[in-house]
């Protein structure tokens, strides 16, 4: 009987121990309210920075300029604005549809065809390497984009045109 008292003692000593010492590594474990704050804002930090640096390094989200030439550009941006004003001051403006054989661009009615010069750009704000830049080459008032050499979707159209030594400018954002 001594025997097994001294047994059931060493048991319930062991287990005591083990209480005391789970204790002791709960105590050293826990978090605190700062510490918790602070490991959030390290997590927080680390996530920013792995998006900014992923962001910048992947090819597939290059972030180019929409002009090459951009501050020659901001130069000549008067310059678009009068031509704007002109263009707007018209009884009648350029007008657009999309047909079967691709984008026409009327010009106004009112107007000698053969006296209307300029230029079409055709620019892509998702894919640089569409973009192109036509002259003005009318037939009936109407210029024809072939549909070839467009994608739907998305394009920003800009005509600089002159008529009789007057320049006249036309911007639209349209969905072909």
């Known amino acids: 009987m001594g025997m097994r008292k001294g047994n059931a003692q060493q048991i319930i000593n062991n287990e005591i121990l083990k209480q005391v010492q789970d204790d002791q590594i709960n105590k050293d474990m826990k978090l605190n309210w700062g510490t918790g704050i602070v490991l959030a804002f390290i997590g927080f930090i680390s996530f920013i920075l792995y998006f900014v640096v992923h962001m910048n390094t992947t090819k597939k989200y290059d972030t180019s300029l929409v002009t090459e030439n951009y501050y020659k550009a901001e130069l000549e941006y008067q310059n678009d604005i009068d031509k704007e004003t002109n263009a707007k001051n018209l009884v009648s403006n350029i007008s657009w549809k999309r047909s079967d054989t691709g984008?026409?661009?009327?010009?106004?009615?009112?107007?000698?065809?053969?006296?209307?010069?300029?230029?079409?750009?055709?620019?892509?704000?998702?894919?640089?390497?569409?973009?192109?830049?036509?002259?003005?080459?009318?037939?009936?008032?109407?210029?024809?984009?072939?549909?070839?050499?467009?994608?739907?979707?998305?394009?920003?159209?800009?005509?600089?045109?002159q008529y009789k030594g007057k320049s006249y400018l036309y911007k639209k954002e349209i969905v072909y």
């Open 103 to 161: 984008l026409e661009i009327t010009f106004p009615l009112s107007m000698n065809e053969k006296d209307i010069t300029g230029k079409v750009f055709l620019y892509r704000p998702s894919n640089e390497h569409v973009d192109f830049e036509t002259a003005i080459s009318l037939s009936h008032h109407t210029l024809l984009i072939p549909d070839k050499r467009l994608l739907d979707g998305r394009w920003n159209i800009k005509v600089d045109w």
